[in-house]
Structure formats: structure tokens, C-alpha cells
């Protein structure tokens, strides 16, 4: 079975760039969760979404980061305009059920912005 | 403030000892989990444990959730180098989907 895929892998991009990266979860799974990973703040989650629907967003750190998922089988995290201090690794997870300890993790976007 | 305190944060050990990482909160979360992550990848779930004082063995991985459910440790007995990793602790509060994940530690184990 296919896991979580997420496109890009890698992503550079420059300075006020608009960027976008990709998710597919696990067919079947409700849920879908966007996390983001740096050195200094470990693990933390952006945003998670419950059938397609968002449920919290507070941990999206500002305006320019969106999250949407238009349907079942897709999701998108958009930075627009990007800076330096959004590079980190982007996860995207999905769950079977409402159990918050039955999330898959994708490979992650390892996003740089010079 | 990190909700979930990790110790050590980072560990460098030889084939065949033992070790326990250990995750600690204030507060009282309804399950805990244990993941590991490896280079260029993402979190992998070892573990849940959802009731205090339950105790979990995945091989030569121990974990336990304490009485109190506010936290956990996970024991490697004769670890190898294939325990090489980043392990990150998780606690869900209300069963409602967010996950709050301690800093991790990057444990190194040396043939």
C-alpha cells in the first residue's frame, strides 16, 4: 500500500517567492495534518483538516501560509511570499480515525528560501 | 515553553549497552506516543500507551506511561546500531487530533 506522498522533496526558491508543496494521504484516512520541523522548535502542527474540512489552524504562523484540500486524495500548504525563516521540513500525516495516535507521516519537503 | 521535556536531547552510546530516554509535563495528556525518525524521512509510531501506568514491549523496546499520565520513558536494552535515531515523544490532550511533540532525542549507538 501507498503511504503519504508528498511533492516536491526538495524546494529552493528565493525571497518573496510564492510557494507551494504538495500531499497525498493514505486512501481512506479522514484526517490529514500539516506539520512543520526545524532545529530550533522540533515538531509543531501547522493546521489539520478533518474530511476535507479544516479543524484548527492555529498553529499557521501567519497570512502568508494557507492550507487547502479540495478534495479526499489531495491537500496543499502555500507560503506566499516565502522568507528565510520559513525554511524547515513540511510533513503532511494522515489518520484513519479521530485518534490522534493512529498518524502516518509522509517523507516531508525539505524547503530552503535564500 | 515546551510542553513535553525531553532528556537527554542527545545520546552517544556503544553496541550493547542499555539506555532510557525519558519525556516529562505539568500536564496530564489522555494518550502518549513514541515515534522514530531516521534521516531524510519522517516519523515512524512505535507506541501508544493511553492508560497510567501501562507498560509496552516492542522487542527490545520498553515504554511505560507514568501513573499520573503525564509521562513516559522508553528503555533500549542491548541497543545496536540500527537503533540509530531521532525519537520524539507525542501527547494528545483531548482525543481531538493535535499532537504535541517533545524536541526529540538524536541517539547515536557505535558499533
Known amino acids: 500500500d501507498a503511504g503519504v506522498i508528498q511533492s516536491p522533496r526538495h524546494e529552493v526558491t528565493e525571497m518573496g517567492q510564492e510557494v507551494t508543496l504538495r500531499c497525498k494521504p493514505i486512501?481512506?484516512?479522514?484526517?490529514l495534518f500539516w506539520y512543520r520541523q526545524t532545529m530550533m522548535r522540533g515538531l509543531e502542527l501547522l493546521i489539520y483538516?478533518?474530511?476535507?474540512?479544516?479543524?484548527?489552524d492555529s498553529g499557521m504562523p501567519e497570512d502568508r501560509f494557507s492550507a487547502k484540500m479540495p478534495n479526499a486524495s489531495f491537500s496543499t500548504l502555500k507560503i506566499q511570499p516565502s522568507e528565510p525563516r520559513d525554511s524547515a521540513v513540511y510533513f503532511c500525516a494522515s489518520s484513519l480515525t479521530v485518534l490522534a495516535y493512529e498518524q502516518y507521516f509522509g517523507p516531508g519537503t525539505r524547503l530552503t528560501v535564500t | 515553553t515546551q510542553l513535553l521535556e525531553q532528556s537527554p536531547q542527545f545520546l552517544s552510546i556503544q553496541e550493547g549497552e542499555n539506555l532510557t530516554v525519558y519525556c516529562n509535563s505539568s500536564?496530564?495528556?489522555?494518550?502518549l506516543q513514541w515515534y522514530r525518525q531516521e534521516p531524510g524521512e519522517g516519523p515512524v509510531l512505535l507506541v501508544t500507551?493511553?492508560?497510567?501506568?501501562e507498560v509496552k514491549k516492542l522487542k527490545r523496546l520498553t515504554f511505560q506511561f507514568g501513573d499520573a499520565r503525564k509521562d513516559s520513558s522508553l528503555h533500549i536494552t542491548a541497543a545496536q546500531p540500527g537503533d540509530t535515531g531521532l525519537y520524539l515523544c507525542a501527547g494528545d490532550q483531548d482525543q481531538g487530533g493535535k499532537l504535541i511533540f517533545g524536541q526529540g532525542t538524536e541517539l547515536s549507538v557505535k558499533p
Open positions: 500507551v493511553v492508560t497510567g501506568g
Open positions: 500536564s496530564v495528556f489522555s494518550s
Open positions: 486512501s481512506g484516512h479522514d484526517y
Open positions: 483538516f478533518n474530511n476535507n474540512v479544516p479543524i484548527d
